[in-house]
């Protein structure tokens, strides 16, 4: 759980940041210009923008820091972590430099396909199964069974990222950043349905 919270925190600070510099626009726009006015290439930030875009830079540090802590502390990054921190710094700087929300909007949808690439490339190209390596010392299933749940990880992995292009481009900044938030809680939600997948295919160890 403390890992899960961890792994989210740039998430929750950009949700709280945005809705501050909502409620808050005109302070939000001051504070925006004070902070990120050299790193844009326009005169300044506009009202609309402040918010998302200090979020952003937020989400940016927070993510700064999560690495910068396992390394100094000496304990292992994920590659998935690593593979987020570059496209939010990427897809960030870039939402900040030209003051537009679609490429930070873009950002979990491509984190999520890296996801499901990862899932599909292992298995098919490398005959590994993430999900096996992973709880095969826990879980003892039948190889075919390991290759459709690792399959059904690859498909929801998809499915999130089109969802959040859905939202992102069809309703408005707000209830995106809203979604965004909301949408964590999809991932729990899929494990319990998981759980009722791996009890009619759990082998008892012999």
Known sequence: MMKFLFDVLPVILFFITY???EKNAE??????NQILSHFTAGNGVGLEQAPILLATA?????????????VIFKKKVDAMLWISFFIITVFGGATIYFQNDAFIKWKPTIIYWCYGA????SDLMFNKNLLKMA???QI????EIWRKLNLIWAVYFLA????NIYVAFNYSQSAWVSFKLYSIGALPVFL???SFFLAKHIQEPK
Do not use: E, N, P, R
């Open 19 to 21: 809705k501050w510099g």
């Open 27 to 32: 302070s939000s726009q001051q504070l925006a």
């Open 58 to 70: 937020l989400a940016i540090v927070a993510s700064v820091i999560q690495i910068g802590y396992l």
């Open 118 to 121: 990862a899932f599909l490339i």
């Open 135 to 137: 709880m095969g010392g």
């Open 140 to 143: 003892v299933m039948a190889d």
């Open 160 to 163: 999130m990222g089109l969802l």
């Open 192 to 194: 319990i349905f998981q």
